[in-house]
């Protein structure tokens, strides 16, 4: 990643988000903190940049479309482009097979899904001007059909994610369509998009519950979101390697 590159993190007012943010800033990116509450984004970013030197937070809802058409034309009227995109933004609600209703469903879709389009289509553009374009979708290694069908221990409570885990195996379909899109096409064929599994990770998402730290949860999201030109594309990523979808 150049020193001075501008990244965007959906939802990073905390949890892995504004880890996310504190790192890419660490390695010498501006960050637009985005958070779908201007209070808490202002009180995130200034905890992490009391100055505001190098991350300045953004108001963000990923479901409300004007919201996103409003961060758009501000990046295209003070910067023109953008040149890392992390698609973090994401909702949880426990509930057994049994229990789960549309409503949770479309709730979890809405913005872990619709919500990553949204961003990405209004953001588009501004990444097709960027000389390295990065987006990373944070996904979840309870997304994989491979691991799931295999029967691995995903940690968690398994019994209580249906509607999230098929949320996140759409938001990886989603990094391989897109990925597959971009290739074909001159314009976008710059681009490097990768799914990234934080791993279970300890965040107000699950209570805090979780062995993992914000710390470590951000590393495959970072490590994607500052890959080498020579880095890959259209995959799903932990902290080790490349997972099965
Ligand atoms: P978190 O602490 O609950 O953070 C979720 C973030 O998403 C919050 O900033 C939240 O904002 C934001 N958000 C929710 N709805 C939004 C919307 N409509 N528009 C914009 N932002 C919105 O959870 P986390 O664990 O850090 O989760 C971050 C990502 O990692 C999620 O995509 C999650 O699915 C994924 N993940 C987490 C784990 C884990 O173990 N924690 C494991 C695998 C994947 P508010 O503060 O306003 O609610």
Redesign the pocket.
């Known amino acids: 990643m150049k020193p001075g590159a501008l990244a965007l993190v959906?939802?990073?007012?905390?949890?892995?988000?504004?880890?996310t943010a504190r790192q890419l800033a660490q390695r010498g990116a501006v960050v637009l903190l985005?958070?779908?509450?201007a209070v808490?984004g202002e009180a995130a970013a200034r905890s992490l940049d009391p100055d505001g030197a190098r991350i300045l937070p953004v108001a963000?809802?990923?479901?409300?479309t004007r919201?996103v058409a409003a961060l758009a034309k501000r990046l295209e009227r003070d910067h023109g482009r953008l040149d890392v995109l992390v698609?973090?933004?994401?909702?949880?609600v426990g509930a057994t097979a049994a229990d789960t209703t549309a409503e949770v469903t479309r709730d979890i879709l809405?913005?872990?899904v619709v919500?990553a389009v949204a961003v990405m289509h209004a953001m588009l553009p501004l990444l097709r001007r960027s000389s390295a374009p990065r987006v990373v979708n944070?996904?979840?290694?309870?997304a994989s059909f491979g691991l799931t069908s295999s029967g691995a221990d995903l940690?968690?409570d398994a019994s209580v994610r249906l509607a999230?885990t098929a949320s996140?195996a759409a938001l990886n379909m989603l990094t391989v369509q897109y990925d597959r899109a971009f290739r074909q096409d001159p314009d976008l064929a710059h681009i490097k998009i990768n799914s990234a599994?934080?791993?279970?990770?300890?965040?107000?998402?699950?209570g805090f519950r979780?062995p993992?730290t914000?710390r470590e949860?951000a590393r495959a999201?970072v490590t994607l979101a500052t890959l080498p030109d020579e880095g890959p594309s259209g995959g799903f990523f932990d902290e080790h390697g490349q997972l099965v979808w």
């Open positions: 959906t939802g990073a007012n905390r949890g892995i988000g504004l880890e985005g958070s779908r509450d808490r963000l809802d990923v479901t409300d919201s698609n973090n933004a994401g909702v949880f809405a913005v872990n919500g944070v996904s979840s290694t309870t940690a968690g999230y996140k599994s934080p791993g279970w990770t300890a965040t107000g998402m699950n979780a993992r914000v949860g999201v």
